[in-house]
Every structure is written in structure tokens, then in C-alpha cells.
């Protein structure tokens, strides 16, 4: 079971809307109608309940959709869509995705897969998956994506 496998922000896959918010406060708001928070993949059984403002990541602002299990209403994805700062140099753009892979590798090891502009992590019970779309070494966008990993999805 994920239940209580910990993930982004010090949250436990597992834990009920209210659960969710007690820790985040005021943080996490109630998402907006639109496409962009809700999942891609229309046959997966989780719905965005909430959604946080991310500035916290050097270099990057944007948002993380949290993702509860349709039927059970317990937390089960967490989403960054992540953009770097308008305001800075490419240079240092590039350097603020490779400090945020440096990050996740100290925090999660290293990862299982490194494919392109790919990378995934497994650890405790989770996938952490990190999509970019890159320019010239420069990010346009970082998606990363927390799940319970197959093994652990009984929520």
C-alpha cells in the first residue's frame, strides 16, 4: 500500500483532502476549470483537487497539482509544472536545471532511466519522473510527476 509513503512538500501518499491541507494551510488553493489542471491521460482514475503556487525551486516558479485517487478521494499524483524565471539569462536557466537534477539525485540517487530529456527516479516507494523540454541545453518546461510506484498503489 502507498499509504503514508512520503512525497513532495511533506505530504504521505494516502492522505485525504483535509489531510493535504492541514499541512499545506493556505497554500493550496482549489484548481481552476481549465485542462491544465486536470490530468492528460483521461483514463487514469485521479482527479486535481488542489493546486499550490512552487516558487521555492531556484531559478523556476510554478504549479504543483495534486492528484486524488477518484473513488478513494486519497492523495495519489503529485505534478510541477515548473518554468524557469522569465528574469534571468539562459546561462543561468541551464544552471538552475542542472542544479535541480543535482538535487533530485542527492535527494532520490540516482535514476533507473536517463532517456533524452528524461529522467526517473524510484525510492521509497515512489517514481519520480522528470520530463524537460530543452532549447539548446536551455529549459522551456520541467514536468516532474510523483507516484507511488506499481508495487505500492493499493490506496
Known sequence: SAQGVPTWGGLRFGMT??????V?????VKP?????????DQTAHDIFLGVVRETSIKGFEGDVNLGFDEDSKKLS????MLFPQKNISD???ANAYSRLRDDLVKKYGPPVSVRENTTI???GGQSVDVFATLANDVPLSVHIAYEPTNAAKGI
Do not use: D, I, N, W
Not at 483532502?17 to 492541514?22: E, I, P
Not at 481552476?32 to 492528460?40: L, T, V, Y
Not at 499524483?77 to 510541477?80: A, G
Open 17 to 22: 483532502v483535509a489531510q493535504v491541507r492541514s
Open 24 to 28: 499545506l494551510g493556505t497554500r493550496m
Open 32 to 40: 481552476s476549470p481549465g485542462s491544465e489542471h486536470q490530468p492528460a
Open 77 to 80: 499524483l503529485v505534478t510541477l
Open 91 to 93: 546561462q543561468e536557466k
Open 121 to 123: 527516479f524510484r525510492s
